[in-house]
């Protein structure tokens, strides 16, 4: 019995992209996995056994550098933008319209988290806010428009755990990015928190 199925070229210019677009974030999506995987596992000694970085070694490191860096924090962004509490559907309409209205500007804020995440576990990058804080590293001036409530930035924290849970980030390093994380709250709260006294 022979197949009887037609194969047919591509007929439009739109069907041709669709299927280039459709290969290239397949061929992405397995590439990022496969660097992931490959980051988290350690490289090997002379007798081919994996050798772990030293545990002082900075945090960078032991995350696996910059391209495990930068998968977690993509993973990471595309999981807030689906939160009910800090993402499309949140209550707060600033975090509303971001995240409905602004997603072109989410690849520019991935990349400044990687560099951010980066610069604070000590990487040999220089993150340079768009929006200086107290410090080169301070959240405030960045979130401030947001009005991000504890609720909120504990929501965005819970996103961080499990986006770190998927890509098998060991206790350690996933409590210190945690840490580090939470060590913000204060900053990226402010913007709630002044809008909360001029209610008074």
Known sequence: MTDQREIR???TAAELSSTRRELFLNGAALFS???????????????GQKAAPPASAPLYE???????????VDYFSDEVVKD???????KNPQLREWHTKQLGRLPGLKFMRT???????GGPFQYTPTR????NLGLENAHENLRISPIEFDAVAG???????HFS?????????LGAFAAHKDEVTKGWRDAQGNRG
Request: hydrophobic share 50%; aromatic share 4%; charged share 15%.
């Open 159 to 165: 996103v961080l755990s499990r986006s770190l849970d």
């Open 132 to 135: 200086p804080g107290s410090t």
């Open 33 to 47: 996995a496969m660097a992931v995987a490959g980051s988290f596992a350690a490289p090997a000694n002379a007798e």
């Open 115 to 121: 560099l951010w995440v980066a610069n604070i576990s």
């Open 169 to 177: 980030v060991p206790a350690r390093e996933k409590g210190e990015v």
């Open 84 to 90: 009910p509490v800090a993402g499309a559907h949140s």
């Open 9 to 11: 070229p591509v007929e």
């Open 62 to 72: 032991r995350l696996g550098g910059i391209f495990t860096i930068a998968a977690v």
